[in-house]
């Protein structure tokens, strides 16, 4: 019978204390990143709320550079004179506070982002023409403007934890159910440990690039839960599957037989699920290129999870 058993070729138990310290170390830098992000005056947050999350007005402007390179400019040049502006407001009401101005300079100076307070269609339109005037010629086409009040702003930020905290409490429970209060818990780190790094990025890229994050970055973050916990259970339900047959090998090596026997499935899969993130990333334009950079890293954080992580745990909890 023992020369029956199977003997795997990859056996991640060897490497559970690399797998461990691996992924403590990054989920610390994450953890950093996002107190240092909460600390930080300008945000106050774990994470740079984007425009979705806190309201405001959005305007984006195309310069109009010909066939030359555009006139040099400057993030704090546009914010200067964006800060002197005055805005008609109606009887009664406060003009919007145009210091508080966040100007993104692209492409080398042919395109402008500027977030600021709600304003009104006309406060927009005023606030395009000096720009215009100071820094253009724009064109036409290439300007947008978006706003969305704070009110609709917080809703969707409670909307987004909720969603989150809802599908975190549904996962652990279908888990407990179909498997065991254990595996729920493993998964349940695994989740964890996926949504902290993703975020712990995002925190860092807030601090040093100034990226905020959205309403599709709550989404890919459920998404990334939701394939995190698809691998782990495929890893779970081989372990259940040979659980009579490989009774007599303590837990680790039962382990090591289920993880090497889906190791193959579950990067061919991580791999072709990263493929069309990355056509995205590259050709999907600027609206999707955050959202398929968060998809990306959770969905690798998540394939390394499933093989060193919950599988390495799981004899720590349960016994033969």
């Known amino acids: ?67 030359a390179a555009c006139t040099p400019l400057t993030a704090a040049d546009v914010q200067r004179q964006v800060a002197a502006l005055r805005l008609s407001t109606p009887a009664g009401e406060q003009p919007p506070n145009l ?94 440990h996926d949504v902290v790094i993703t975020c712990g990025v995002f925190a860092w890229l807030g601090l040093f690039l100034g990226i905020e994050v959205d309403s599709l970055f709550a989404v890919s973050l459920i998404t990334v839960a939701g394939y995190s916990v698809t691998d782990t259970v495929v890893v779970f339900d081989r372990i259940r599957e040979q659980r009579r047959a490989l009774a007599q090998l303590p837990v680790s090596e039962q382990v090591d037989v289920a993880v090497d026997a889906t190791l193959t499935r579950s990067l061919y899969t991580s791999l072709t699920t990263l493929l069309p993130l990355l056509a995205l990333i590259f050709f999907g334009g600027s609206s999707l290129f955050w959202f398929a950079v968060a998809l990306t890293v959770g969905i690798a954080v998540g394939s390394w999870s499933s093989i060193g992580i919950a599988p390495t745990l799981l004899p720590l909890l349960v016994k033969r």
């Not at 991640?12 to 204390?17: G, L, P, T, V």
């Not at 425009?51 to 010909?66: H, K, P, S």
């Not at 080398?108 to 253009?136: D, I, K, M, W, Y």
């Not at 930020?157 to 065991?180: D, E, N, T």
Request: aromatic fraction near 8%.
């Open 99 to 192: 210091g508080s101005t966040s100007v993104q300079v692209l492409d080398q100076g042919h395109s402008l982002v500027l977030r600021l307070p709600a304003l009104s269609a006309e406060q927009a339109s005023t606030v395009v023409a000096a720009v215009n005037e100071q820094f253009g010629p724009l064109k036409g086409s290439g300007t947008s403007i978006d706003t969305i009040g704070p009110t609709l702003g917080s809703r969707l930020l409670r909307g987004s934890l909720i969603s989150l905290l809802v599908s975190f409490a549904a996962i652990a429970a279908y888990i407990s159910f179909r498997y065991s209060g254990v595996f729920a818990f493993l998964a349940l780190v695994c989740l964890a």
């Open 1 to 67: 019978m023992t020369a029956a058993l199977p003997h795997p070729h990859f056996r991640i138990s060897r490497y559970r204390w690399l797998a461990w310290i691996g992924s403590g170390l990054a989920c610390l830098l994450s953890v950093v990143g996002l107190v240092l992000c909460w600390l930080n005056p300008s945000i106050g947050l774990p994470l740079k709320p984007g425009l979705d999350f806190t309201g405001g007005t959005q305007i984006q402007m195309a310069r109009d550079c010909g066939s």
